[in-house]
Nanobody
Framework: QVQLVESGGGLVQAGASLRLSCAAS????????TGWFRQAPGKEREFVAA????????YYADSVKGRFTISRDNPKNTVYLQMNSLKPEDTAVYYC?????????????WGQGTQVTVSS
Protein backbone atom coordinates (compact mmCIF):
# COMPACT_ATOMS: atom_id res chain seq x y z
CA GLN A 1 0.00 0.00 0.00
CA VAL A 2 1.27 3.45 -0.93
CA GLN A 3 -0.21 6.63 0.47
CA LEU A 4 0.15 9.79 -1.57
CA VAL A 5 -0.19 13.35 -0.31
CA GLU A 6 -0.35 16.30 -2.68
CA SER A 7 0.53 19.85 -1.74
CA GLY A 8 1.34 23.15 -3.36
CA GLY A 9 -2.01 24.17 -4.77
CA GLY A 10 -3.44 27.64 -4.37
CA LEU A 11 -5.02 30.68 -5.94
CA VAL A 12 -2.90 32.52 -8.52
CA GLN A 13 -3.40 34.93 -11.38
CA ALA A 14 -3.12 33.93 -15.01
CA GLY A 15 0.50 33.76 -16.12
CA ALA A 16 1.79 32.76 -12.69
CA SER A 17 3.53 29.55 -11.70
CA LEU A 18 2.94 26.87 -9.09
CA ARG A 19 4.79 23.73 -8.15
CA LEU A 20 2.79 20.78 -6.91
CA SER A 21 4.36 18.04 -4.84
CA CYS A 22 3.30 14.45 -4.35
CA ALA A 23 4.91 12.79 -1.36
CA ALA A 24 4.71 9.02 -0.94
CA SER A 25 4.76 6.98 2.23
CA UNK A 26 6.99 4.17 1.02
CA UNK A 27 10.54 3.92 -0.26
CA UNK A 28 9.33 1.51 -2.95
CA UNK A 29 7.56 4.50 -4.51
CA UNK A 30 10.80 4.98 -6.41
CA UNK A 31 9.84 1.96 -8.52
CA UNK A 32 6.33 3.25 -9.30
CA UNK A 33 5.36 5.12 -12.43
CA THR A 34 3.51 8.26 -11.37
CA GLY A 35 1.03 10.55 -13.00
CA TRP A 36 -0.83 13.78 -12.41
CA PHE A 37 -4.49 14.10 -13.27
CA ARG A 38 -6.98 16.92 -12.81
CA GLN A 39 -10.69 17.37 -12.54
CA ALA A 40 -12.49 20.63 -13.09
CA PRO A 41 -16.04 21.25 -11.81
CA GLY A 42 -18.57 19.50 -13.99
CA LYS A 43 -15.91 17.77 -16.06
CA GLU A 44 -14.38 14.31 -16.13
CA ARG A 45 -10.97 13.67 -14.69
CA GLU A 46 -8.25 14.06 -17.30
CA PHE A 47 -4.64 13.07 -17.68
CA VAL A 48 -2.07 15.84 -17.25
CA ALA A 49 1.40 14.28 -17.12
CA ALA A 50 3.23 11.08 -16.21
CA UNK A 51 6.76 9.99 -15.43
CA UNK A 52 8.42 6.59 -15.43
CA UNK A 53 9.88 5.17 -12.25
CA UNK A 54 13.38 6.23 -13.26
CA UNK A 55 12.35 9.65 -14.49
CA UNK A 56 13.75 8.81 -17.88
CA UNK A 57 10.43 9.04 -19.69
CA UNK A 58 7.80 11.73 -19.39
CA TYR A 59 4.43 12.22 -21.05
CA TYR A 60 2.15 15.24 -21.27
CA ALA A 61 -1.33 16.12 -22.35
CA ASP A 62 -1.30 18.43 -25.35
CA SER A 63 -3.03 21.13 -23.32
CA VAL A 64 -0.07 21.47 -20.93
CA LYS A 65 2.87 20.57 -23.15
CA GLY A 66 5.52 23.27 -23.02
CA ARG A 67 4.07 24.82 -19.86
CA PHE A 68 4.13 22.00 -17.29
CA THR A 69 7.09 19.83 -16.29
CA ILE A 70 6.89 16.60 -14.30
CA SER A 71 9.93 15.42 -12.37
CA ARG A 72 10.78 13.17 -9.46
CA ASP A 73 13.25 12.95 -6.62
CA ASN A 74 13.33 9.28 -5.70
CA PRO A 75 15.50 9.61 -2.57
CA LYS A 76 12.77 11.96 -1.27
CA ASN A 77 9.90 9.76 -2.50
CA THR A 78 8.43 12.82 -4.17
CA VAL A 79 7.11 13.69 -7.60
CA TYR A 80 6.67 17.29 -8.72
CA LEU A 81 4.57 19.13 -11.26
CA GLN A 82 5.99 22.52 -12.18
CA MET A 83 3.23 24.59 -13.76
CA ASN A 84 4.17 27.75 -15.61
CA SER A 85 2.12 30.24 -17.61
CA LEU A 86 -1.03 29.13 -15.85
CA LYS A 87 -4.36 29.78 -17.53
CA PRO A 88 -7.88 29.99 -16.07
CA GLU A 89 -8.68 26.71 -17.83
CA ASP A 90 -6.04 25.01 -15.67
CA THR A 91 -8.32 25.51 -12.67
CA ALA A 92 -9.07 22.09 -11.19
CA VAL A 93 -8.35 19.69 -8.38
CA TYR A 94 -5.03 18.05 -9.17
CA TYR A 95 -4.44 14.44 -8.17
CA CYS A 96 -1.29 12.39 -7.99
CA UNK A 97 -1.52 8.69 -8.83
CA UNK A 98 0.94 5.81 -8.83
CA UNK A 99 1.18 2.47 -10.63
CA UNK A 100 3.11 -0.40 -9.11
CA UNK A 101 5.72 -2.33 -11.13
CA UNK A 102 3.48 -5.41 -11.04
CA UNK A 103 0.61 -3.45 -12.67
CA UNK A 104 2.30 -0.67 -14.64
CA UNK A 105 -0.82 0.22 -16.62
CA UNK A 106 -3.08 0.67 -13.61
CA UNK A 107 -2.99 3.73 -11.41
CA UNK A 108 -4.07 1.95 -8.25
CA UNK A 109 -2.98 4.54 -5.70
CA TRP A 110 -4.38 8.06 -5.51
CA GLY A 111 -3.91 11.10 -3.35
CA GLN A 112 -6.66 13.29 -1.97
CA GLY A 113 -6.01 16.12 -4.40
CA THR A 114 -4.96 19.74 -4.17
CA GLN A 115 -6.97 22.68 -5.51
CA VAL A 116 -5.47 24.95 -8.14
CA THR A 117 -7.42 28.08 -9.02
CA VAL A 118 -6.23 30.46 -11.73
CA SER A 119 -7.96 33.82 -11.97
CA SER A 120 -8.08 35.87 -15.14
Amino acid sequence: QVQLVESGGGLVQAGASLRLSCAASRRTFSSYATGWFRQAPGKEREFVAAISWSGGSTYYADSVKGRFTISRDNPKNTVYLQMNSLKPEDTAVYYCAAASPSHPNEYAYWGQGTQVTVSS
